[in-house]
C-alpha cells in the first residue's frame, strides 16, 4: 500500500510542476500584453493591417499569441503528458519527472516548426 500512495504523490509533484510552468508562461504573456502600448508612437504612420500598415504593439502581441501562441502550447502540452506517462514510473521524484517531461515538450514543439520551416 506505501508504494501506492508514493507513485500517487510522484504524480501529484509532477502534474503540480508541469501545472506551475504552464501558468507561468500564460502569467508572463498576460503581464506583457498589460504592459504593452496600445498606440503606436506619434508620427510613425497608419494602425491596422495592409498598404504598408501595422498593427499596434497589444495587436502584434495579440496576434502572436493566437498564432503562434496556443499551437505551441497545445502541442507542447499533448508531447509533455505523453513524455511524463512514460518517465513517471522510472523517477522516484514528481519535480523530476515533470522537468524531464518539460524539457522535452518544449523541445519538440520547438524543434519541429523549425525543421517543417527548413524542408518546405
Do not use: H
Amino acid at each position: 500500500m506505501p508504494a501506492q500512495a508514493d507513485r500517487a504523490k510522484v504524480v501529484r509533484q509532477g502534474l503540480a510542476t508541469i501545472s506551475g510552468w504552464y501558468f507561468g508562461l500564460i502569467a508572463v504573456f498576460g503581464v506583457l500584453l498589460l504592459v504593452s502600448p496600445d498606440e503606436k508612437p506619434p508620427g510613425s504612420g497608419c494602425e491596422g493591417l495592409g498598404w504598408g500598415c501595422t498593427p499596434n504593439p497589444r495587436d502584434s502581441l495579440l496576434l502572436a499569441g493566437v498564432l503562434i501562441g496556443i499551437p505551441f502550447l497545445l502541442g507542447s502540452l499533448v508531447v509533455v503528458l505523453v513524455t511524463f506517462g512514460l518517465v513517471v514510473r522510472r523517477f522516484r521524484s514528481g519535480l523530476k519527472a515533470g522537468m524531464v517531461s518539460i524539457l522535452v515538450g518544449f523541445f519538440v514543439a520547438t524543434a519541429v516548426p523549425l525543421v517543417a520551416m527548413l524542408f518546405l
